[in-house]
């Protein structure tokens, strides 16, 4: 079936990385990961919370190696991979599309490194694509109540890198510009939104505590 292709393509991804990604030494961001998961807080001054506490929860749970600690970007690689072709499968594709769709995620050399190493790339690509397939769902169904999962992954989604800023943004112009702008008339729409902002929220509090330091960071990275 379609989906068995597809799922085989995202196990030869994860095979793929098993195979090599404990082939070569410990990136400086895995360091800093590592480091900043022994000192957890709501926020640091360069990038998001979530990251460090995915450090800690995969030593905690697999051990020490190379091999352990790039065990769930390696997941959240081959899980990308699977939700490219259900994307297209939504979108219409058939098992052609849906699989050039899966194989290019595959095989895409910004995928492949970013699946072979603890850093924010894997997971920030794994929970876009999520939040995607939800969307493409929610609207082919007109099922409002996804809006609530929407939220959820967009909130986590900020808590990995608050980048996904600007997909929230294009998302609001894409259904006011287009027939979905009924969904702003949903209490779900809506719903989802403030459990995104639930979830950032501690984020948020920990800025305001420590006087917005990322804002600050972004401008002085700019002006150098």
């Known amino acids: 079936t379609d989906t068995a292709l597809l799922l085989y393509l995202a196990l030869v991804a994860l095979l793929l990385h098993f195979a090599t990604n404990f082939r070569y030494g410990y990136h400086r961001d895995e ?3 590592i480091a900043c998961g022994q000192h957890l807080a709501w926020g640091y001054v360069d990038h998001a919370p979530l990251i460090p506490f995915i450090a800690r929860l995969s ?4 051990g020490h190696s190379l091999f352990a600690l790039r065990l769930l970007p390696a997941l959240a690689g081959a899980l990308t991979v699977l939700l490219t072709g ?3 499968r939504q979108l219409g594709g058939r098992r052609f599309a849906q699989l050039l769709g899966a194989l290019c ?25 999520l939040a995607i397939y939800a969307l ?25 890198k608050h980048s996904i800023l600007f997909f ?6 894409g259904l006011l510009l287009s027939p979905q702008r009924k969904h702003f008339l949903s209490p779900w729409l ?3 939104l403030a459990i995104a902002s639930l979830v950032l929220l501690p984020n948020v509090l920990w800025q305001i505590k420590n006087g917005w330091p990322t804002l600050e960071f972004l401008r002085t990275l700019n002006r150098t």
Not at 59 to 62: G, K, Q
Not at 136 to 160: C, E, F, H
Not at 168 to 173: K, Q, R
């Open 86 to 88: 259900l994307i297209v």
């Open 168 to 173: 929230t943004f294009g998302l609001g112009l």
């Open 136 to 160: 493409v769902t929610l609207l082919k169904r007109d099922n409002p109540r996804l809006w609530l999962l929407v939220g959820l992954l967009i909130g986590l989604a900020l808590l990995t």
């Open 31 to 33: 360091l800093y990961f």
């Open 190 to 192: 809506w719903a989802g």
């Open 105 to 129: 995620v595959l095989i895409g050399p910004a995928y492949l490194r970013s699946a072979n190493m603890l850093a924010i790339p894997v997971f920030e690509q794994f929970l876009w694509v």
């Open 59 to 62: 030593r905690a749970l697999f």
